[in-house]
């Protein structure tokens, strides 16, 4: 967003409206746009304008992409990743803080394959039905990332897809965000800071981090032909 190219939506940068508001049409999605003439003149002097949104449920929604890709067929879609196993505890804290997960971490890994079970059929036979299980209480599920960039790499041209590791955007996010301008055919104009965002205190059990690790690591090995090699979250454990 601090881009002088990159135009975010006039409300908040998430949509959401390839997943769960796509009935609104695609009117009400452009309503969530500055006007063109506007961000023209704006931008002009860095290069004209590129907008953006960003929808984290899109990849993991078993119907958001092809909408996506069919409405908008030159859109350029980034994926950053970061390890599974992390983002399996940092989304049930997410989910705990806002009051959508009642279950410690074990337990609502343990109830997972029933809250989840014919879920994303249903959303494929009925587009209109929201699963709030398969939104919100999907911590281990979600996490098998190379299921999900199949599906994507099904109906978007390669070319389309950018694959980030969020540990080389935190470790070097200089060299990470400029990948990303060249990407994006935009300026390689670099903000003049970084933050880190969505951070929240709280240790996992060793035990259930050793048993995901475990889990997660064929999902994992699949990842090599997006990356440029083996994960860092597990080249750094040894895997």
Known sequence: MAHPQVVRPSFHKGVNYFDVNYERGPA??????????????????????CVFEASGYYLYHPLAIERLVRELPQVKVVVMLRDPV?????AWKHESARGFETESFERA????????????????????????????????????YADQLDRASAVLPREQLH??????????????????????????????????????????????????????????????????????WRDAAGA
């Open 109 to 144: 890994l343990e109830l997972e394959p029933e809250r989840l079970a014919g879920e994303e059929e249903r959303i494929r036979s009925d587009p209109a039905y929201q699963s709030f299980a398969h939104r919100h209480q999907s911590y281990l599920h979600r996490g098998h």
């Open 163 to 232: 694959v980030i590791e969020s540990a080389d955007f935190f470790g070097e996010p200089e060299g990470t965000f400029l990948e990303l301008t060249d990407f994006l055919g935009i300026s390689r104009t670099l903000p003049p800071h970084f933050d880190r965002y969505n951070a929240r205190p709280g240790d996992m059990d060793p035990a259930t981090r050793l048993r995901l690790g475990e889990y997660f690591a064929p999902h994992d090995a699949r990842l090599e032909a997006y990356l440029r090699g083996v994960p860092s």
């Open 86 to 90: 992390e983002r399996a505890f940092s």
């Open 28 to 49: 009400w999605y452009g309503g969530h746009f500055p006007l063109r003439s506007a961000v023209s003149v704006r931008t002009a002097r860095a290069g004209g304008p």
